[in-house]
């Protein structure tokens, strides 16, 4: 008999319920272009200051107000084009919005130079005396503070507009990337007991990945490396370009290295960045080799391969959910957050802030998009599993920690360092696991639960950890002259995590290839930061225990506080110094426990 074969849907085929709202951001493309073009037109509204803001601090706070007012507009609009594309790449429609929408970005930018180029032209001390004459600029003190760090790195006024004047051209390595991934690359279809299975990123990294069938779980894992090995070529060229771009521009802008450049927006020292990679890498891989090792014995495995890493053990017990019965949990878990926060959860996950379908061309993992003076929005492809509520609680963080800024902030002081970007999502990981574990009585679920948040840990621990050690070896090769291939990059991958598992994992060709599955190499030094996120919120969730609603009530301040302070200080708001390497150490050993009181459970 023949078995029906499961298909994914089309966009146009999901309930609405399953998608998010975007009618929240623009009630048709029609509307949405509209706007874009009055924003387009409204140009002028910043630009007639061009030339004038050494007249003084009236006329520099009216062109600072103006700028936020359409980057306010320009917000929505780019946010709905982003998510048009990452609902389905392969729409047309949406691939015409997103052109659209680059083009009208790289215009705008180009045409805003002015601001940053005469601010810097300005004499020593005259935005300071702007600053004491004019109290309606205190607001923007810290991003004129930002604009004037930069003057040792600035280039002709002539040069940077011509440069962010082809801002759309010099994004098109994350575009082309993108655009292969969601539309181009295709996976043959994998057996299940007789049963065909469809195959995409999605679903490999979702799913199958997950699987306590090992069989299906490396018949998916070749299926999956066939099809990136076909592209190996084009997205070395993509990533390689990229990477050059970061090397000229960092050398025609007089940074020590591609590093020092990408830092300094983070407002991040160098000690703190190489602190975060050489201590967690080298304390923390003793840790999960013995994690890999129980695996392969509990497995009994003849060796472990890269795809074994996040199979479950305790194989068949894998806790199932609904997106319902997980947004009650996860609203409970969250409630010694607040009321103010909890209204936040209770919208995002009644009001269609969530999109759980997954369709053709829909772009891969989660993420969370927070425009300015709209709700956030968030993607997950959901899947009924326990896992899946794990992760929309991460993304939730996200949503949470940007409505509370958005409520406390104005655009000018919303987005804080990508240093502390991580911590508030990972910290409704850890509060979410926390709640399972204390309400429930049952071994086979609390162990699950550690495996879980141990997870977490991998996630920011080591994925990301280690690419960002991937990174940090690209840009020494970079910068030394050496060639970037498909061949040079695999091989620094396949080195990377070499060094990192020892004899306890095999590192094959596909695990070689890992470097091709994320976008986060095309935004620049942003991998590690999910490593000080959850190091900060380690830390926090600790002295949640030690303390309670003061440190909760820290927290809190720092939600609100969004970018007015520099990532140290925001942190230092909450109660953690991440100056020093006691968090990192803290935190690793607190791995390391986990993996302890795992160990036990098998004896």
Same mark, same amino acid.
């Given at each position: 008999?023949?078995?029906?074969?499961?298909?994914?849907?089309?966009?146009?085929?999901?309930?609405?319920?399953?998608?998010?709202?975007?009618?929240?951001?623009?009630?048709?493309?029609?509307?949405?272009?509209?706007?874009?073009?009055?924003?387009?037109?409204?140009?002028?509204?910043?630009?007639?200051?061009?030339?004038?803001?050494?007249?003084?601090?009236?006329?520099?706070?009216?062109?600072?107000?103006?700028?936020?007012?359409?980057?306010?507009?320009?917000?929505?609009?780019?946010?709905?084009?982003?998510?048009?594309?990452?609902?389905?790449?392969?729409?047309?429609?949406?691939?015409?919005?997103?052109?659209?929408?680059?083009?009208?970005?790289?215009?705008?930018?180009?045409?805003?130079?002015?601001?940053?180029?005469?601010?810097?032209?300005?004499?020593?001390?005259?935005?300071?005396?702007?600053?004491?004459?004019?109290?309606?600029?205190?607001?923007?003190?810290?991003?004129?503070?930002?604009?004037?760090?930069?003057?040792?790195?600035?280039?002709?006024?002539?040069?940077?507009?011509?440069?962010?004047?082809?801002?759309?051209?010099?994004?098109?390595?994350?575009?082309?990337?993108?655009?292969?991934?969601?539309?181009?690359?295709?996976?043959?279809?994998?057996?299940?007991?007789?049963?065909?299975?469809?195959?995409?990123?999605?679903?490999?990294?979702?799913?199958?990945?997950?699987?306590?069938?090992?069989?299906?779980?490396?018949?998916?894992?070749?299926?999956?490396?066939?099809?990136?090995?076909?592209?190996?070529?084009?997205?070395?060229?993509?990533?390689?370009?990229?990477?050059?771009?970061?090397?000229?521009?960092?050398?025609?802008?007089?940074?020590?290295?591609?590093?020092?450049?990408?830092?300094?927006?983070?407002?991040?020292?160098?000690?703190? !960045?190489?602190?975060?990679?050489?201590?967690?890498?080298? +304390? /923390?891989?003793?840790?999960?080799?013995? =994690? &890999? %090792?129980?695996?392969?014995?509990?497995?009994?495995?003849?060796?472990?391969?890269?795809?074994?890493?996040?199979?479950?053990?305790?194989?068949?017990?894998?806790?199932?959910?609904?997106?319902?019965?997980?947004?009650?949990?996860?609203?409970?878990?969250?409630?010694?957050?607040?009321?103010?926060?909890?209204?936040?959860?209770?919208?995002?996950?009644?009001?269609?802030?969530?999109?759980?379908?997954?369709?053709?061309?829909?772009?891969?993992?989660?993420?969370?998009?927070?425009?300015?003076?709209?709700?956030?929005?968030?993607?997950?492809?959901?899947?009924?599993?326990?896992?899946?509520?794990?992760?929309?609680?991460?993304?939730?963080?996200?949503?949470?920690?940007?409505?509370?800024?958005?409520?406390?902030?104005?655009?000018?002081?919303?987005?804080?360092?990508? !240093?502390?970007?991580?911590?508030?999502?990972?910290?409704? +990981? /850890?509060?979410?696991?926390?709640?399972? =574990? &204390? %309400?429930?009585?049952?071994?086979?679920?609390?162990?699950?639960?550690?495996?879980?948040?141990?997870?977490?840990?991998?996630?920011?621990?080591?994925?990301?950890?280690?690419?960002?050690?991937?990174?940090?070896?690209?840009?020494?090769?970079?910068?030394?002259?050496?060639?970037?291939?498909?061949?040079?990059?695999?091989?620094?991958?396949?080195?990377?995590?070499?060094?990192?598992?020892?004899?306890?994992?095999?590192?094959?060709?596909?695990?070689?290839?890992?470097?091709?599955?994320?976008?986060?190499?095309?935004?620049?030094?942003?991998?590690?930061?999910?490593?000080?996120?959850?190091?900060?919120?380690?830390?926090?969730?600790?002295?949640?225990?030690?303390?309670?609603?003061?440190?909760?009530?820290?927290?809190?301040?720092?939600?609100?506080?969004?970018?007015?302070?520099?990532?140290?200080?925001?942190?230092?708001?909450?109660?953690?110094?991440?100056?020093?390497?006691?968090?990192?150490?803290?935190?690793?050993?607190?791995?390391?426990?986990?993996?302890?009181?795992?160990?036990?459970?098998?004896?």
């Amino acid at each position: 008999m023949e078995q029906q074969k499961e298909r994914r849907l089309t966009r146009d085929q999901v309930p609405t319920s399953l998608k998010w709202k975007l009618e929240d951001l623009f009630s048709s493309d029609g509307s949405w272009e509209e706007e874009l073009t009055s924003i387009l037109d409204s140009i002028d509204s910043v630009t007639q200051y061009q030339g004038k803001l050494g007249d003084g601090a009236a006329v520099l706070l009216a062109c600072l107000k103006a700028e936020e007012v359409l980057y306010e507009r320009l917000i929505k609009v780019a946010t709905f084009a982003h998510l048009r594309v990452a609902e389905d790449g392969t729409n047309p429609s949406n691939q015409g919005i997103a052109g659209k929408n680059a083009s009208a970005m790289a215009k705008i930018s180009g045409a805003f130079t002015f601001i940053e180029s005469e601010l810097l032209d300005l004499e020593d001390g005259v935005v300071w005396q702007y600053l004491e004459e004019e109290k309606d600029l205190v607001p923007f003190r810290k991003h004129l503070l930002d604009i004037l760090s930069k003057k040792p790195h600035r280039l002709s006024p002539e040069t940077e507009a011509v440069l962010a004047s082809l801002g759309e051209v010099l994004s098109a390595p994350f575009m082309i990337y993108q655009r292969t991934k969601s539309s181009d690359m295709q996976f043959d279809s994998i057996e299940d007991q007789g049963e065909e299975k469809p195959m995409s990123f999605a679903l490999f990294e979702d799913r199958y990945e997950l699987s306590a069938n090992t069989e299906l779980r490396r018949s998916a894992y070749q299926s999956f490396g066939k099809t990136l090995k076909q592209y190996t070529n084009t997205f070395a060229a993509t990533y390689a370009t990229e990477i050059k771009k970061q090397v000229v521009t960092a050398g025609l802008r007089k940074y020590e290295s591609v590093t020092h450049m990408l830092l300094e927006p983070q407002e991040v020292t160098i000690e703190m !960045y190489h602190n975060l990679l050489d201590i967690i890498q080298a +304390e /923390l891989a003793p840790h999960m080799r013995r =994690l &890999a %090792k129980l695996k392969q014995r509990e497995f009994g495995l003849d060796q472990m391969l890269f795809c074994d890493l996040k199979a479950p053990l305790d194989p068949e017990y894998n806790p199932q959910t609904t997106y319902a019965d997980a947004s009650k949990e996860i609203l409970t878990a969250l409630q010694i957050l607040g009321p103010e926060y909890h209204e936040f959860m209770e919208k995002g996950l009644s009001q269609r802030w969530v999109d759980l379908a997954d369709n053709v061309g829909k772009s891969t993992g989660a993420f969370c998009a927070s425009p300015y003076g709209v709700h956030p929005f968030i993607l997950v492809t959901w899947t009924d599993t326990m896992r899946g509520a794990f992760i929309l609680a991460h993304e939730l963080g996200h949503a949470g920690h940007f409505s509370m800024a958005s409520r406390y902030q104005r655009l000018t002081n919303l987005r804080c360092s990508l !240093y502390c970007v991580e911590a508030p999502s990972t910290m409704n +990981e /850890l509060l979410f696991g926390q709640y399972v =574990l &204390a %309400k429930s009585d049952d071994p086979r679920l609390k162990r699950w639960v550690i495996q879980q948040s141990l997870g977490t840990y991998y996630h920011n621990y080591v994925t990301h950890l280690l690419e960002a050690e991937f990174q940090r070896r690209v840009y020494a090769q970079a910068e030394a002259g050496k060639p970037l291939t498909a061949s040079v990059f695999s091989q620094l991958k396949g080195e990377v995590l070499g060094d990192f598992w020892g004899d306890a994992v095999v590192i094959d060709e596909v695990a070689q290839m890992t470097w091709m599955r994320q976008p986060h190499y095309y935004m620049g030094l942003y991998p590690y930061t999910y490593s000080a996120g959850l190091t900060a919120a380690t830390a926090c969730a600790q002295l949640f225990q030690a303390e309670g609603q003061p440190a909760v009530d820290r927290w809190l301040e720092m939600l609100k506080s969004g970018g007015t302070l520099k990532p140290l200080d925001l942190f230092k708001v909450a109660g953690v110094d991440m100056s020093t390497p006691d968090p990192i150490r803290k935190a690793v050993a607190h791995v390391g426990s986990l993996v302890d009181r795992l160990e036990r459970s098998f004896v």
